[in-house]
C-alpha cells in the first residue's frame, strides 16, 4: 500500500527557449522541493501540462523525477488523453519505476459512466501500476461507479476535482462501505488549500498542492498548520495569501498552472514558458504575483 504523509508536489515541467523539455532543470526542481519533505511528487499531471506533451516527453519527464526522487517518496507519474496514448503512458511509467498513475480525463470526448470505468480499467491493465481516479471534466464519476472500481485492487485512490461535495461524500460512503482497505481520497481543486477543511470533513484528508511548486515554504507552513489544527495560523495564510492568490488566478483561464509556473521563475530557476493554449502572465499580473509571494514569504518570518 502506498502512504501519502505531507503536501503532495506537482512540479512543473520546464522548456527550454526551443521548447524542448529540460530534464537538468527539472532535476533542479525536484530536488530542491524534496527539500521541504513533500509527501508524494507527481510529475506530467496538470501542472506539468501534461495536456502538451506527447508520449515520449511525459516518459522522460517521469524517469527524471524517479531519478531525483530516488526512493525518499511516492511518484505518481500522470496519464489520460487518449486511451493509446494513456497507455502508452501508463506503461513508460512502470517501465521508469514510478509507484503509481494518476488517471486523467479523456480529452474533448465525453462518454457514459460504464464507459469512464471501462477507460480506467484499460489503463491499468495496461501496466502493472496502480491508479488513482481524478474525477473532473470530461470524467465524472458516480458514487456506484466508484465502488465498482474499488472492488478492483489496482484502483487505489479518488481525487476530486468537480467541488460537488455532495456527490464525493457520496462517492467516499459508498467506497467505505465496499470494506476496501487502504483506499486514498484526494482533494484536487484548484488552490486546494481553500477546500480543504471542509474536503477533511467529508473524509478525505489528503491535498494536492500547486503552491509548492513555487512556495513551497508557504505550502509546508499551511499544512502544518492544518495538520495541527492551528486554526489562526490557517486562516491568517488563507486571508492574506491564498484568497489573493485565487483572486489573481481567477482573471484568466489557465492561471491556475501559468501563475505557478511563473512563480517558480520569479524564485530564480528559469523553467520556461507554459505551452499554448496556456499563457504567460501579463508584466501587471508578474508584479502582482511577486508582491503576494513576499507578502506570504513574510508572514512566516524568518
Same mark, same amino acid.
Given at each position: 500500500?502506498?502512504?501519502?504523509?505531507?503536501?503532495?508536489?506537482?512540479?512543473?515541467?520546464?522548456?527550454?527557449?526551443?521548447? &524542448?523539455?529540460?530534464?537538468?532543470? =527539472?532535476?533542479?526542481?525536484?530536488?530542491? &522541493?524534496?527539500?521541504?519533505?513533500?509527501?508524494?511528487?507527481?510529475?506530467?499531471?496538470?501542472?506539468?501540462?501534461?495536456?502538451?506533451?506527447?508520449? $515520449?516527453?511525459?516518459?522522460?519527464?517521469?524517469?527524471?523525477?524517479?531519478?531525483?526522487?530516488?526512493?525518499?517518496?511516492?511518484?505518481?507519474?500522470?496519464?489520460?488523453?487518449?486511451?493509446?496514448? $494513456? &497507455?502508452?503512458?501508463?506503461?513508460?511509467?512502470?517501465?521508469?519505476?514510478?509507484?503509481? =498513475?494518476?488517471?486523467?480525463?479523456?480529452?474533448?470526448?465525453?462518454?457514459?459512466?460504464?464507459?469512464?470505468?471501462?477507460?480506467?480499467?484499460?489503463?491499468?491493465?495496461?501496466?502493472?501500476?496502480?491508479?488513482?481516479?481524478?474525477?473532473?471534466?470530461?470524467?465524472?464519476?458516480? $458514487?456506484?461507479?466508484?465502488?465498482?472500481?474499488?472492488?478492483?485492487?489496482?484502483?487505489?485512490?479518488?481525487?476530486?476535482?468537480?467541488?460537488?461535495?455532495?456527490?464525493?461524500?457520496?462517492?467516499?460512503?459508498?467506497?467505505?462501505?465496499?470494506?476496501?482497505?487502504?483506499?486514498?481520497?484526494?482533494?484536487?481543486?484548484?488552490?486546494?488549500?481553500?477546500?480543504?477543511?471542509?474536503?477533511?470533513? =467529508?473524509? @478525505?484528508?489528503?491535498?494536492?498542492?500547486?503552491?509548492?511548486?513555487?512556495?513551497?515554504? @508557504?505550502?509546508?507552513?499551511?499544512? &502544518?498548520?492544518?495538520?495541527?489544527?492551528?486554526?489562526?495560523?490557517?486562516?491568517?495564510?488563507?486571508?492574506?495569501?491564498?484568497?489573493?492568490?485565487?483572486?489573481?488566478?481567477?482573471?484568466?483561464?489557465?492561471?491556475?498552472?501559468?501563475?505557478?509556473?511563473?512563480?517558480?521563475?520569479?524564485?530564480?530557476?528559469?523553467?520556461?514558458?507554459?505551452?499554448?493554449?496556456?499563457?504567460?502572465?501579463?508584466?501587471?499580473?508578474?508584479?502582482?504575483?511577486?508582491? =503576494?509571494?513576499?507578502?506570504?514569504?513574510?508572514?512566516?518570518? $524568518?
Amino acid at each position: 500500500m502506498i502512504a501519502f504523509d505531507g503536501v503532495l508536489f506537482f512540479p512543473v515541467t520546464p522548456f527550454d527557449a526551443d521548447d &524542448r523539455v529540460d530534464l537538468g532543470l =527539472l532535476d533542479a526542481h525536484v530536488a530542491d &522541493r524534496l527539500e521541504h519533505a513533500p509527501g508524494g511528487v507527481f510529475p506530467a499531471c496538470g501542472t506539468g501540462e501534461f495536456n502538451s506533451m506527447d508520449a $515520449a516527453e511525459v516518459a522522460a519527464v517521469v524517469a527524471q523525477t524517479v531519478r531525483t526522487v530516488n526512493g525518499r517518496v511516492p511518484v505518481v507519474a500522470g496519464t489520460g488523453g487518449q486511451l493509446a496514448h $494513456a &497507455r502508452a503512458c501508463a506503461r513508460s511509467a512502470a517501465d521508469a519505476g514510478a509507484d503509481a =498513475l494518476l488517471v486523467l480525463p479523456p480529452y474533448l470526448i465525453g462518454g457514459p459512466v460504464d464507459g469512464l470505468v471501462a477507460y480506467v480499467e484499460a489503463i491499468a491493465a495496461s501496466s502493472p501500476l496502480p491508479v488513482i481516479v481524478y474525477h473532473r471534466g470530461t470524467a465524472q464519476y458516480t $458514487a456506484a461507479a466508484m465502488a465498482h472500481l474499488a472492488a478492483n485492487p489496482k484502483v487505489i485512490g479518488f481525487k476530486d476535482g468537480t467541488g460537488d461535495v455532495a456527490l464525493a461524500q457520496d462517492i467516499v460512503t459508498a467506497v467505505t462501505a465496499t470494506g476496501r482497505d487502504g483506499f486514498q481520497f484526494f482533494n484536487g481543486l484548484l488552490t486546494a488549500e481553500l477546500s480543504q477543511a471542509a474536503y477533511r470533513g =467529508l473524509g @478525505i484528508p489528503l491535498y494536492s498542492s500547486a503552491v509548492f511548486a513555487m512556495a513551497p515554504r @508557504i505550502a509546508t507552513a499551511f499544512y &502544518r498548520a492544518y495538520s495541527d489544527s492551528d486554526e489562526p495560523a490557517r486562516e491568517r495564510l488563507l486571508r492574506e495569501f491564498y484568497f489573493p492568490l485565487s483572486r489573481l488566478r481567477d482573471r484568466v483561464p489557465g492561471f491556475g498552472v501559468s501563475l505557478v509556473k511563473s512563480g517558480v521563475r520569479l524564485g530564480g530557476l528559469d523553467v520556461g514558458s507554459v505551452r499554448a493554449p496556456l499563457r504567460d502572465p501579463s508584466a501587471e499580473h508578474l508584479a502582482e504575483l511577486a508582491a =503576494l509571494l513576499a507578502a506570504g514569504d513574510a508572514l512566516l518570518g $524568518a
